[in-house]
């Protein structure tokens, strides 16, 4: 090989390498994303506002008093968060205040989460399938007022809600 093909060989190897580099940086910056995320756990509503998780806004003002089980996750810093409650099935016109009165479909919606929060259900994940999140018997609400989304089962008197990265300005009541 001629001088010249040997510097060529050189900075091509060189481009690699750095893009490779690149890549794999990138690669555990976004694994890394959810790391700094927090989770807590509540036994009762009681316990959560005592915790100050609902004066945070982790946990929406208003939920029905027999809410238990909670679980709360949030990202510092951003207005991202999750929740999962469980609630008495003679307490869901608590929950009801809350919401716009009309269901909405939760299609094409995005929930995007750290991966490592692993009590989240998977099937509220990443892009939403309205027509498998209702096969198990959710139904999609939007707040009355801010950027939360519910997936709710009255049946099994557990409700879901979070507050993703693409907040929407366009949503009736959405406060930007």
Do not use: K
């Amino acid at each position: 090989m001629s001088g010249a093909g040997r510097i060529v060989s050189r900075v091509s190897r060189g481009f690699v390498q750095i893009g490779t580099s690149a890549l794999v940086a990138l690669c555990l910056f976004a694994g890394c994303a959810g790391l700094n995320s927090q989770t807590y756990a509540f036994a009762t509503l009681d316990e959560a506002r005592q915790a100050g998780a609902i004066s945070s806004g982790w946990i929406p003002e208003g939920l029905p008093a027999s809410s238990h089980d909670i679980r709360v996750a949030q990202l510092p810093g951003t207005p991202q968060h999750w929740g999962i409650i469980n609630f008495a099935r003679s307490d869901e016109g608590s929950l009801r205040a809350l919401l716009q009165p009309g269901e909405v479909s939760l299609t094409g919606e995005r929930c995007e989460m750290p991966g490592r929060i692993e009590w989240w259900p998977v099937i509220l994940r990443g892009e939403l399938d309205g027509n498998r999140l209702a096969a198990t018997g959710l139904h999609g609400y939007r707040a009355t007022s801010g950027h939360r989304l519910f997936a709710v089962n009255w049946d099994q008197g557990r409700a879901y809600y979070w507050v993703g990265s693409r907040a929407r300005c366009d949503v009736p009541g959405a406060t930007c």
